[in-house]
């Protein structure tokens, strides 16, 4: 793992771009965020319009006093990302394919930038500024609308060869299971994301409409003691456990870090996921392993962005 | 990866350690095998005697005209190993716990020795000299009574927080599937793996007695055109791909590598599994993935070990 100078004062501007809203954050070499903005994605005007604004965002960010001090960009992106091209190979949310948002970007804000997978920057940022620091081996694990998930094995991340490495969602733990938002059938997704605890819970909870229900409803009920919700959850749980388990005997990471909407929504879904994992893995893998929430929250992505472009622009500029 | 000099001429001595037998190889710098033997494992005796069973080969195997031409001894064993500390952690098969292997063999030998996992070594074996050589990330699943699986992620072998990394065959397909011999229920050994295959033969292929059903067996019936025989085969191809799909997701390689005893004797499965593989995994993930069957057989595991210490002997006593 890189060492950080405590005092590093270096800042960079990360950005989280998601399908509804785009997080920005000019951060400072601890991984504080010192200044933040956040603004609509209005994909639907297409990608050469979310570079006009993102680039009018940034610098009015830009410190007017020092403009020197920011160093870079960072952008993660929902979406399949080739960091070394600098290309959005495809980000079915924002309709993008085979964009290069590298070259718009820098062309627009005339600063280094570096692109990246969402999930791969938030695990970035749980690893060197969150709940995650100095790990070696840790997974973590996102829990949304989707699931997905960020690797760190022996100090590096992980991207694997066309940077989807960590699809740990569309990991099948039900191979009859109900079918995914991906095609496949009985993916960890399809049980445990924010969609498939809605249409689960729909389908269990018929004291509600199914139309509304959101991991943080079943919560409520659940608090309230509610039968079905705790069964609703029990059930969940348990899911979530088997993907934990996987990952577990996978990876053998000392760390798997929760994070997501639906466990802050949800968070009595981790003891239940724990002890289920618990008892499938291997006792050898999971004797040093910890399983704890993500320390971030919702900064995590645009920390992340911003310190790992921090890292590659002066990695990239720094001989050997 | 490592560079490799082709004209290396450096010696290492690999030996692979199993149940039933102890493969031992004189390797070169080029992972050709010089000399071999193969001896019983004498589990029953004790890890003491196993140490002096294999002192004595391994000072047959030393060229007498050079003594100094072998520069150190790797052992892949089957079970949990803490290479650094150079102890087998749990070896159930052999029946050893805490058992400082270098230790007492380098006591015995009189040369540096590096003990790792077997299937880390095989996969090593295949990735310096077999079919995996120049891949950056690939993943190896050896299928066999057990099925355990290798990783090489960026470029280099992942071993996990406690050496436990790429258990893949305990990973959970099939959450109320079959138990497995980990107590786990539904894991991809309890379908794929060979005593998985003998017992699901056995209950679907009732002209034959189930005690003596192989992979091989299945494999002559299904090319005689027996009907159960392609059902099992069927069934168990398509479990396996379960497994190659979630390989893909979680560490998209650009390589799937297929050996053991399982393949070797029913490659039939192959087809089957990548079918399977290909229409479950992420389209993204598998774009540019090829899965291929192992290049080196049951030499693996030996040219592994012997490749790996020679590599990390080499490497502790390089600075830098």
Redesign the interface.
């Known amino acids: 793992m890189k060492n950080h100078d405590v005092n590093d004062q270096r800042l960079t501007i990360g950005v989280d771009l998601g399908a509804t809203k785009i997080e920005i954050a000019l951060v400072d070499g601890e991984g504080r965020i010192i200044r933040r903005t956040r603004q609509p994605t209005e994909a639907k005007h297409g990608p050469a319009h979310i570079v006009g604004e993102l680039a009018s965002s940034v610098a009015a960010m830009i410190p007017s006093d020092d403009a020197n001090a920011v160093i870079g960009l960072g952008v993660g992106v929902a979406g ?1 990302v080739d960091t070394e091209a600098g290309i959005v ?2 980000a079915p949310n924002l309709e993008w394919r085979e964009f290069p948002l590298r070259q718009h970007l820098e062309a627009a804000v005339k600063l280094p930038v570096v692109v990246m997978n969402d999930v791969q920057a938030a695990t970035y940022g749980e690893w060197l500024h969150g709940v995650a620091r100095n790990a ?2 840790l997974v973590c694990l996102f829990v949304g609308t989707g699931i997905g ?1 960020g690797i760190v ?2 100090g ?1 991340l ?11 969602g ?7 299971g109900p079918k995914c938002s ?1 095609g ?3 993916c960890l997704e399809a049980f445990a994301s924010g969609w498939a605890i809605a249409r689960f819970a729909g389908q269990r909870m018929s004291w509600r409409g199914s139309e509304a229900m959101t991991a943080g409803d079943v919560s409520e009920a659940y608090r309230r003691g509610d039968d079905a919700a705790r069964q609703v959850v029990d059930e969940i749980g348990r ?1 979530l456990g ?1 993907g934990l ?2 990952i577990a ?6 760390l798997i870090v929760l994070g997501g909407g639906v466990i802050d929504g949800l968070p009595e879904l981790l003891p239940i996921a724990e002890a289920e994992a618990r ?4 006792a ?2 999971t ?2 392993l910890r399983i704890v929430r993500a320390g971030l929250g919702a900064d995590a992505g645009a920390i992340g962005a911003a310190r790992r472009a921090c890292d590659r622009i002066l990695g990239d500029a720094v001989p050997g």
Chains 1, 2 share one sequence.
């Open positions: 399949q190979r495809a070696e081996d998930g094995a022996a590096r992980l991207q694997g060869s066309t940077g989807n490495a960590g699809e740990l569309h990991t099948t733990i039900d191979r009859n991906c496949n059938h009985g899911a088997v388990a996987n005997n996978s990876f053998n990471p000392t008892v499938r893995a291997l050898a893998a004797r040093k």
